[in-house]
């Protein structure tokens, strides 16, 4: 079968490495890819707001199916626009994918289903906003709605921190704002829970916990995720049957009572408060870089898997895992996530890869044979192995031999599960 990955990222090149191991699948097309994809994929240049090209590309060449990796196509109705048109395609259809596209659809479908999450209001005017967190407890939480790339999310400590929110969010800083959340602070542990779906039925999909803050031990900016490791040590039976109880399912009924239905991968990011689970955001799709620590585990030929699923066939499917540990260290630019400088070489020839060892681009691309950066994250390192130290040292170790003088990486991933 021929196969599509849309994106450019690390999760992208881990899905196409994962369909490169499948018996399933004897082509890969990957739009737009990276310099990693492009060893494995026929790397395709496509402007992706443009899903009629897209369309007419898979019809072309006869593409069985297409995954998505990113959220911005699948929020946009990318799924609706390829389904018309007879395409087979994995992910969540424009409706579905508002758990992800807008913060308030899901805290009104929390409300309503009765799904644990953070106290919340909605404000629709600077004025409103500023009169309650005049008089409101600290910390709070405020949000703008719609997809912020991870950004759009403030932890206020106090009054001028929220201030400042208020007036960046209405201000436009992450697309124009008619309104936004703010919501209590939760205090407990997060973990990212994943299920696999293909319309009818679901399965879990594995755990992990990636770490947003650019700087070591969890400071400074969020980013779109310096490293992960999986599975999250909160993970336990009684945790996930909870989380299935009451958060998964009543989502999965409150689509259906929509009259839709929820196709691909749903990635639940959660706040554990004395083992209880809180929603605090759906993503409708792999986390990055949670997805390149999952895959590497992953037991079961995902080309089978993923055509499992177009066909509504999941429930035949046994999803098997290897018992390993797994942990990934991203490699930026430096300056990254503000501004950082791109088109520089990376000599990648002395980096010694075992079988339990995987490297994965990101940001990079290649021209004339050589390998460029071209983004702020740039290739994630993931090792898997019987416990998360070694696997974090072996991590490190080749980050270190790969010496990228324009480089820098977090050294603590995983500090909760490696210092216990
Ligand atoms: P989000 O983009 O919604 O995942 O938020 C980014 C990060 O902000 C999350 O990973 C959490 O660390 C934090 N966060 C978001 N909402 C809350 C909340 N209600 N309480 C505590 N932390 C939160
Ligand atoms: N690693 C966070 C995300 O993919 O949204």
Sequence with gaps: MKVGIIGSGGREHALCESFKNSKKIKKIYCFPGNAGTKKIAENIEIDLSNFENLKNFTLDKKIDFLVIGPEKPLVDGIIDYLEKHNIKVFGPNKFASQLEGSKIFTKKLCQKFNIPTAKFGIFFNA?????????????????ADGLAAGKGVYICENRDQAKIAVKEIFGGKFGQADKLLIEEFLSGEEMSFFVISDGKNYKQFGTAQDH??????????NTGGMGAYSPSRLENEILSKKIIDKIIEPTFKGLKENNTNFKGFLYAGLM???GEPFLIEYNVRMGDPECQTLLPKLKTDFGLLIEACLNEKLKDINIEWYNEKSLCVVLCSKGYPDKYEK???????NLVLDKNNFLFHAGT???NGKTFSNGGRVLNIVVRSNDFKSARK???DLLKSLNWKNGFYRKDIGHKVVNQ
């Design 343 to 349: 088109n520089i070489e990376l000599n990648l020839n």
């Design 272 to 274: 554990i408060v004395q």
């Design 212 to 221: 947003k803050r650019v700087l070591e031990g969890d400071k400074g900016k």
């Design 127 to 143: 004025d409103d906003a500023e009169k309650f967190i005049q008089n409101c407890d600290y910390p709070i939480v405020i949000k």
């Design 394 to 396: 072996k991590a490190l």
């Design 365 to 367: 691309k290649s021209v």
